[in-house]
């Protein structure tokens, strides 16, 4: 059974950067066809998709915050990472790390429980 | 960048009503590309519907999805206790762009 766990501080200031990992244990971050993603949700709002990254280690980001983020994997780790940088209070919110596998369509079928993350002075 | 539309944005129902959530895309999707999430208060979603009318493994079959193009809904048959939550839909199309609708809470009347 795949379980993804995110970690990282859950109190940044603001103008730094947010730093979030998110282990996977029960199966290979590097084998099969997967995107691993990060989605993030401010308390009360919907569900936004920050970015993605392919197996393969290519990466895709979502056009609104691609100027701030990255996303790197430590396939020694089993792990992948997201980075954001200049953060504001609206950055506030549970970040979640999710992977999207292939089944007629890109599913994400295995998500973390969510970090909360708060900027704040 | 496709945008998704969900309606209404809260559906006020009793247990056993029938329950029909819309998802209007700005630009067609391909029915392959189009899900459906539920998620309850305090965790993750969790995967519905996929290809828009595939059920995931252990949903029940009062869950069901249709459209095609721009218009997809979720229809619940009639709501469980169990039920009440809010309902996304979610676009993995050709674009590099995955996104959300902004979601259908589903409340107790």
């Known amino acids: 059974q795949v379980q993804l766990q995110e970690s990282g501080p859950g109190l940044v200031k603001p103008s730094q950067t947010l730093s979030l990992s998110c282990t996977v244990s029960?199966?290979?971050?590097?084998?099969?066809?997967?995107?691993w993603n990060w989605i993030r949700q401010p308390a009360g709002k919907g569900l936004e998709w920050i970015g993605r990254?392919?197996?393969?280690?290519?990466?895709i980001y979502n056009p609104s915050l691609e100027s701030r983020v990255t996303i790197s994997v430590d396939m020694s780790k089993n792990q992948f990472s997201l980075k954001l940088k200049s953060v504001t209070a609206a950055d506030t919110a549970i970040y979640y790390c999710?992977?999207?596998?292939?089944?007629?369509?890109?599913?994400?079928?295995?998500w973390g429980q969510g970090a909360l993350v708060t900027v704040s002075s | 960048d496709i945008v998704l539309t969900q309606s209404p944005g809260t559906l006020s129902l009793s247990p056993g009503e029938r329950a029909t959530l819309s998802c209007r895309a700005s630009q067609s999707v391909s029915s392959t590309y189009l899900a459906w999430y539920q998620q309850k208060p305090g965790q993750a979603p969790r995967l519905l519907i996929y290809g828009a009318s595939s059920r995931a493994t252990g949903i029940p079959d009062r869950f069901s999805g249709s459209g095609s193009g721009t218009d997809f809904t979720l229809t619940i048959s009639r709501l469980e206790p169990e039920d009440f939550a809010v309902y996304y839909c979610q676009q993995s199309g050709r674009s590099s762009t995955w996104t959300f609708g902004q979601g259908t809470k589903v409340e107790i009347k």
């Open positions: 029960g199966g290979s971050i590097s084998s099969g066809s997967y995107y």
């Open positions: 999710a992977r999207a596998s292939w089944n007629d369509g890109w599913l994400f079928d295995y």
């Open positions: 990254l392919y197996t393969s280690g290519s990466t």
